[in-house]
């Protein structure tokens, strides 16, 4: 039979009182005091006793998470899919379970905010959804504590990679090639918000550079879709004079841009150019590796969870705020130097 709390308080020689602080990770215990105590609860076989610590503390210890996945990728979005392990691993070691969201209980449909307060959750992350599903808004302007991935609601925490800052580098590391006639595959609609912000980046760098954008170069695709940007890249090739480097929107789309260019019996770099968006590991083994912007998925969803148990267990004194998680320019194979060329 396993130990109960106070057993395991006798057993150490501490009050029930500190053995329960240091288990459930207050900051007035010394770090030296919890590995003793959670050192000896292990040994001791003593598991806390969840119905009994939510009476204590009035939560579940529940974490909601909104994945709506209109593509269908589920848990093998490159993008996506590290965040949400991150997210988890985060969760768990502070001690919360998840539950992911959906429109129904059972055969019951309800809105995602019905489905949160019947789950009862103590707090909800919204790490892929359509944001102006009038649902979704529902659920980030009611009362339960929130966070989420990429979009910002009014009053709310978002927690999103520094996308401004990363197309910013790209652009300019393509220009600094020697790169004057640069297209854009986006990745979604016009009202998507890292849609937008990449597209005014793109433009601006542009500008600052003194390089005209011309209107056919920026084609709409989608993220994380080979086949839509297959067709948008061989829109760009059949142009009467087309582009010498494409951005594509993400590195899993990009896979297309280039199926297209082979296809075309075209070479990259020799030929023309191609970067892509995200850093995926598995796709930077791809020969010639692709030139991108790495984005740190596993801070993401570590910071989107540390920031949600934060609003949960301290929400007098946690503030909504906007993290925006550092990225970085890999300079992989794909990207020519022309300006190399034109100066031997």
């Known amino acids: 039979m396993p130990v109960t709390l106070k057993e395991l308080a006798a057993q150490i020689g501490m009050s029930v009182s500190t053995v329960s602080k240091a288990l459930n990770d207050y900051p007035d215990i010394k770090s030296e005091t919890k590995q003793l105590i959670r050192s ?13 610590r939510s009476l204590k503390t009035g939560r579940t210890f529940n974490i909601g998470v909104l994945y709506s996945d209109d593509i269908h990728f589920g848990f093998m979005h490159s993008y996506f899919s590290p965040i949400l392990q991150s997210f988890k691993t985060e969760t768990e070691a502070r001690g919360y379970d998840l539950t992911f969201i959906s429109h129904r209980v059972g055969r019951n449909p309800m809105t995602y905010l019905d489905t949160c307060l019947y789950r009862n959750v103590d707090g909800v992350c919204v790490v892929c959804a359509q944001f102006d599903d009038p649902e979704v808004i529902r659920l980030m302007s009611g009362p339960i504590p929130s966070v989420s991935i990429d979009f910002m609601f009014n009053s709310r925490t978002c927690v999103q990679s520094q996308n401004l800052e990363g197309m910013t580098m790209l652009v300019r590391h393509v220009l600094s090639k020697g790169h004057t006639r640069v297209a854009m595959v986006e990745g979604a ?14 433009m601006k760098a542009m500008e600052e550079a003194g390089v005209s954008v011309r209107e056919a170069y920026i084609v709409s695709g989608s993220f994380h879709d080979p086949d839509a940007a297959r067709r948008a890249t061989e829109a760009l090739l059949a142009l009467p004079e087309p582009p010498t480097c494409i951005l594509m ?38 020969h010639p590796r692709l030139t991108t912007v790495w984005q740190d998925t596993q801070t993401i969803g570590r910071e989107a969870a540390r920031k949600l148990i934060d609003l949960v267990e301290a929400p007098r004194t946690t503030l909504p705020e906007i993290i925006r998680i550092p990225c970085r320019l890999i300079e992989g194979e794909t990207v020519a130097d022309l300006s190399a060329a034109s100066h031997p």
Request: glycine fraction near 10%; include cysteine; aromatic fraction near 8%.
């Open 40 to 52: 000896a609860a292990s040994q001791a076989g003593y598991q806390p006793n969840s119905m009994a």
């Open 249 to 286: 929107s993400d590195d899993y789309a990009a896979l297309g841009g280039l199926d297209a260019i082979r296809s075309a019996g075209l070479r990259v770099p020799e030929d023309i150019s191609v970067a892509g968006f995200d850093g995926v590991e598995w796709i930077q083994r791809i």
């Open 189 to 202: 609609q016009d009202d998507n918000l890292v849609t937008h912000i990449r597209r005014v980046c793109f």
